[in-house]
């Protein structure tokens, strides 16, 4: 399974290293992540004389986390292993790791790599011997290139790479092992992973703005389109995410000294990898991510805020650049930074988000049900029931909610205003649904109804204003 996107000058080298394999019965799946270069050229040309090549293009660049997704949708194999486009295998890595793993009841076989360095030429052998494993695991597992994994326990279990971050071989491998009883180590160094300039992880090589992922575009305003301080926290946002991911998925496992085992490893995790992306010299931004560290391990529930990750990032992203930029505020101040962070999580944990809160509004609800049951004939027969409906079931639910707060008043909802999402939200008031929710309701109100005669050609109008906009 590759992913390729950008790697003319390394391409065939790898696919050499592919369809020379002693291992025949291979196929090798090629997922072209939109490269501007001559990659998909290349890949076609190897296809068009080995038709174990099998190529997929994407519309538009993901990453490698969607393109392997891609790719493991379609796998047939018994068997899977993943390459990166600039690095090679030996030509039996396929046959000793399928012998390795069909001798006993293996789920994976991992095995040992060369660092190749490509401005020098000089390799970096290391052997990681069984022992090694178990001591690493799973505090530093990564499952992007040295695994053979048996199909069955990725299909059983739906595992996938998380989209639009970096690291995304974490997660992959440390869900593996959450579902994995036996693996076996071949103790020979079978891949060759080459460090190089320009790759995601960028290898050593320079920072442009052509490295910053789609995702993060809209925090360059915020950290004055500084490309270091932008990358260092798609790294660290990175690791973050991942460790929230894997804590989710550890709640649901039913073996208890797995899940005990796992949740020991995760705030070790969080700081291993945060504290590995941030400068050295910066013991400020170290100073905070202490803090985040204790406010955050403990105190923040996952299953509560799974729909709100996004609205964490975001805070998160303010907070990182805000600390870079304050190193001589003292540190009572920026524990004051820490806790206005953690009152918008809190916000987030106990209330959901503004766009949630938007949702719940009579507009919007009416806005749905018209687009819904505007796509048949018998969907606009009945949508006066539906509707009407709605409107019985939502006043119903606003005098229960004020007789709530009548008994107890802390129970009353915080202003919008106060949701760290309050301004993104707000562009819900703009969309169809809710537009046409808001005609529905003035037609409603009208002096003898007479609204509705001209509803059906305003609705319309908001059609045509919102698909221009």
Not at 115 to 126: I, S
């Amino acid at each position: 399974m590759l992913p390729i996107y950008n790697v003319e000058l390394y391409l065939k080298e790898c696919l050499d290293s592919l369809i020379n394999q002693t291992l025949k019965d291979i196929e090798i799946i090629c997922i072209d992540d939109k490269s501007t270069d001559n990659s998909l050229f290349i890949l076609k040309e190897y296809a068009s004389y080995d038709n174990r090549i099998i190529i997929l293009e994407q519309e538009i660049n993901q990453g490698p986390g969607v393109a392997r997704n891609r790719g493991i949708d379609i796998a047939k194999g018994d068997y899977i292993m993943f390459c990166d486009p600039n690095d090679w295998y030996e030509l039996d890595a396929c046959e000793i790791c399928y012998d390795k793993i069909s001798k006993g009841d293996n789920d994976i076989a991992f095995f040992s790599l060369n660092r190749y360095l490509d401005d020098t030429g000089e390799f970096k052998y290391r052997i990681v011997t069984t022992n090694d494993f178990i001591s690493k695991t799973p505090n530093n597992f990564w499952c992007g290139k040295n695994v053979f994994i048996n199909f069955k326990i990725i299909n059983k279990n739906n595992i996938e790479f998380p989209n639009y971050i970096i690291h995304e071989d974490h997660d992959f491998g440390l869900t593996l092992l959450m579902h994995t009883n036996n693996i076996c180590c071949a103790e020979t160094r079978l891949y060759y992973y080459r460090l190089r300039t320009g790759s995601i992880m960028n290898r050593g090589g320079k920072n442009t703005i052509n490295n910053v992922p789609k995702i993060l575009k809209k925090y360059l305003p915020i950290f004055k389109d500084d490309i270091n301080q932008i990358l260092n926290f798609y790294k660290a946002i990175s690791c973050f995410y991942t460790t929230l991911l894997l804590r989710k998925k550890a709640n649901n496992l039913e073996d208890i000294v797995r899940k005990n085992l796992l949740y020991q490893t995760y705030p070790v995790l969080f700081r291993n990898w945060y504290v590995s992306q941030l400068p050295e010299r910066d013991d400020t931004f170290k100073l905070v991510l202490n803090v985040i560290y204790n406010h955050l391990f403990g105190d923040f529930d996952l299953e509560q805020n799974d729909n709100n990750i996004d609205i964490v990032l975001d805070c998160i992203a303010k907070l990182h650049c805000d600390i870079v930029n304050i190193k001589n505020k003292k540190i009572k101040d920026l524990t004051l930074e820490i806790d206005i962070f953690k009152n918008q999580t809190n916000i987030v944990k106990m209330y959901g988000t503004a766009k949630s809160r938007i949702h719940n509004q009579l507009s919007y609800k009416l806005g749905q049900a018209m687009i819904a049951n505007s796509k048949s004939i018998w969907g606009y027969i009945r949508m006066p029931y539906i509707l009407s409906y709605i409107k019985d079931i939502h006043k119903k639910e606003q005098i229960a909610y004020n007789e709530k707060i009548k008994a107890n008043p802390n129970l009353k909802l915080p202003p919008i205003e106060s949701y760290p999402d309050y301004k993104e939200a707000l562009k819900e008031k703009e969309c169809l649904t809710y537009k046409l929710g808001e005609a529905m309701i003035e037609a409603d109100k009208s002096s003898l109804k007479l609204g509705y005669i001209s509803l059906w050609f305003k609705c319309k109008n908001i059609q045509k204003e919102c698909k221009k906009r």
